[in-house]
């Protein structure tokens, strides 16, 4: 057999296309002699012309294993295994290659690909602009540059390198996609949408291009069924289409259209349970009520976004002998936002003998009172909202940041990848995000044994510091009340009790409204007063109502107001109804505050028991219900018994100025003594652990 011959044959019938021929022959000539470097070589490239990654890096190690110093066999290892998702191989294969010397566009774009998918985006960058050095008009350089742009968070430039593609190619939809998200991050919405727009035009198949623009038109533009057709249609062309599912039915729960919930709930807890992405954390929490579940899906979310970063590790020598703990706490709402609301008294309080503060602000200035009042809390103000990940980190790090407090978690404007790179030694998830982070760079969570009972611990990758009483902050001196309105001013009817729930719209589930329903059914004359929110919302509930035999008449809608204003609004209700399996948290305490009490029913989940802590905080433990049953039952009872109302109403006055729940400096002495044990157990070499601190 003229092997040589075979050869020729071969990649001659392969250059033509016939990849069932060549293979043939390929594996005919490897069968013959087992050391031959070309029929393996050949075979990797023909298996990955063919998708077959894990083939061709096999194939590809056989002609290394012949052939060491092959940089072809080299770099085209590095395509499979970057193809494989293994980005870390991929790159060392890369560099094994330039370190032979070799100049070449496509080695650099592929190189800087692995490093971008490693999350090193400054890297992969310099890596970019060496191929644009030696091929100007690559498209695909120019392309993937944007993206190391966009994670710099350099969108401007970002923005220009999309443009540069889309000169060199018109009809790239993947460059018009990708620049209708930087016009995002810009917050040039509309500009955005017509992006995407662009993008459909071109391939009317594209999901990712649909779901973004949907998600747009939800969040920017309240237009809700132009936002949930692109969704669904989205889902309809790829029904495995990352999340779709869950943004969908949270979208719906927004505007209260509950068609085929318990289908769709159903299917999100299978996917979840099959470890596929089909939800987002933070929208979970507002379906499921398993803590089980709920660690599963952040732990996705959390591998698939915010991978860990390896950094080098601080040194304890460095802050040994300091003075003072260092706290950062890192927050997209440094503003009049709910976080803070319950924040802003702590951070007044913090001993300043012993605690050093500095605000890591992802958010922006509403120029609102909150503001300056945070403004003037903190000793060190960082401004990370302009910065990368990478950037943010290093600053952080920089300002000798001991111990790391995260108050998004995967809420509002979080910032994972932030602590992705371990700016601090210890890192703590606390109030913004009630379940696990799913991240092994996470240390601590800080809790109480109502939220996170100890059997339940295991559901958490952090390690859980269970406060005594409740460990929700709150500020005793903020929560200023305006004059209270009349009922006729808020909108109410002038006679009725006033039942009420100020939650966001997507905390409702159709269970919760079903038992709303059967209690304003059995108490005449009363009103469910909610929040209003952006269409269709206030038309699916009074529709829902009528449909279940209550005149959508009987639901009110309050519109947003002024803080204190709505504070002073609260007081007009009578009782305020909470939802599952997602419960009342700030609106909880404001309820409480103004003196409106609150009928809770215990959740299975850290989301679903925080008005029960609140509570029984507040000296109220008759108002949360083991059942379904006995929730309704008590809310019916309350509005009908006056003098049982006016005497929770009474004690509820009194127990303000000294209950657990409202007295910020016993929650500080608490939390405080929380930090210092993570922070000593740190000193010590000692690594992150459970651990329950003392009441007093």
Not at 418 to 442: E, K, W
Not at 507 to 533: C, H, M, N, Y
Not at 534 to 556: C, D, E, W
């Amino acid at each position: 057999m003229d092997l040589k011959a075979l050869a020729e044959q071969a990649v001659r019938i392969h250059q033509q296309g016939d990849l069932a021929g060549a293979e043939k022959l390929y594996l005919q000539i490897r069968d013959a002699d087992p050391e031959l470097f070309g029929p393996r070589y050949y075979m990797g490239l023909l298996r990955l012309q063919q998708g077959r990654s894990s083939e061709a890096a096999d194939f590809l190690g056989e002609a290394l294993r012949i052939s060491p110093d092959n940089a072809g066999a080299r770099y085209n290892l590095g395509l499979a295994l970057l193809q494989l998702q293994r980005a870390g191989d991929a790159l060392a294969a890369f560099d094994s290659v330039m370190a032979t010397g070799v100049q070449d566009a496509k080695l650099f774009t592929n190189r800087g690909v692995a490093l971008w998918n490693l999350k090193r985006p400054a890297e992969a960058l310099d890596s970019f602009e060496r191929a644009l050095a030696l091929e100007p008009q690559s498209a695909q350089a120019w392309g993937n540059r944007g993206l190391a742009l966009r994670d710099l968070a350099r969108f401007e430039e970002a923005l220009a390198s999309f443009d540069r593609v889309l000169a060199l190619t018109p009809r790239n939809a993947i460059a018009w996609n990708s620049r209708g998200n930087v016009l995002r991050d810009l917050k040039r919405f509309d500009e955005a949408v017509e992006s995407y727009g662009q993008a459909i035009d071109i391939h009317p198949g594209y999901a990712e291009a649909l779901n973004n623009r949907g998600y747009v038109r939800w969040t920017q533009k309240n237009d809700h069924a132009a936002a949930l057709a692109d969704l669904e249609q989205a889902l309809r062309l790829d029904p495995g289409h990352p999340y779709a599912e869950g943004e969908i039915l949270h979208l719906k729960m927004q505007g209260a259209d509950w068609t085929d919930y318990e289908a769709r709930k159903a299917a999100l807890e299978a996917g979840v349970q099959g470890g596929k992405r089909v939800a987002r954390p933070f929208l979970f929490q507002a379906v499921s009520d398993s803590p089980e579940d709920l660690q599963t899906c952040s732990r996705i979310w959390a591998r698939d976004m915010y991978l860990e970063v390896q950094t080098p590790p601080h040194d304890p020598s460095a802050r040994k002998h300091a003075r003072k703990i260092r706290l950062g706490y890192v927050s997209g709402e440094f503003r009049q936002q709910a976080t803070q609301i319950l924040m802003a008294g702590l951070y007044d309080a913090h001993d300043r003998e012993r605690f050093e503060l500095v605000a890591v602000d992802n958010g922006y200035n509403d120029s609102s009172p909150m503001r300056t009042r945070l403004e003037k809390s903190f000793d060190q103000w960082i401004d990370i909202s302009t910065m990368s990940d990478e950037d943010a980190a290093a600053n952080i790090r920089a300002a000798q940041t001991d111990i790391l407090v995260n108050l998004n978690g995967y809420f509002g404007s979080p910032r994972m990848g932030v602590f992705a790179r371990r700016p601090a030694p210890i890192q703590v998830n606390y109030l913004g995000f009630p379940a696990t982070l799913g991240a092994p760079y996470m240390d601590y969570i800080i809790a109480d044994a109502v939220v996170i009972p100890g059997d339940e611990q295991r559901f958490y990758d952090e390690k859980v510091v269970t406060l005594p009483g409740c460990y929700q902050a709150n500020d005793n001196r903020g929560r200023t009340i305006a004059v209270m309105p009349s009922r006729a001013e808020a909108g109410l009817p002038d006679t009725g009790f006033v039942f009420c729930n100020f939650n966001n719209a997507y905390k409702l589930a159709p269970e919760t409204f079903a038992g709303w329903i059967r209690i304003l059914k059995q108490v005449d004359g009363s009103v469910l007063w909610l929040l209003e929110s952006p269409a269709p919302f206030a038309q699916n509930i009074r529709a829902a109502a009528q449909k279940q035999g209550v005149s959508g008449h009987r639901i009110l809608f309050a519109p947003d107001q002024a803080y204190a204003d709505h504070l002073a609004r609260l007081g007009l209700a009578d009782l305020f109804l909470d939802s599952l399996p997602y419960n009342a948290h700030t609106t909880a305490s404001d309820s409480l505050w103004a003196g409106v009490p609150l009928l809770t029913r215990r959740g299975s989940a850290f989301a679903g028991r925080v008005a029960t802590s609140a509570l029984l905080a507040a000296g109220l433990p008759e108002l949360v219900t083991e059942s379904q049953a006995d929730y309704e039952a008590l809310a019916v009872t309350l509005a009908s018994d006056d003098r049982m109302l006016k005497e929770l109403r009474a004690r509820l006055h009194r127990n303000r100025a000294t209950c657990e729940l409202f007295n910020t400096d016993l929650l500080r002495h608490r939390i405080e003594a929380a930090y210092e044990e993570m922070w000593r157990r740190w000193l010590a070499g000692q690594p992150p652990q459970a651990f329950a601190v003392k009441a007093g």
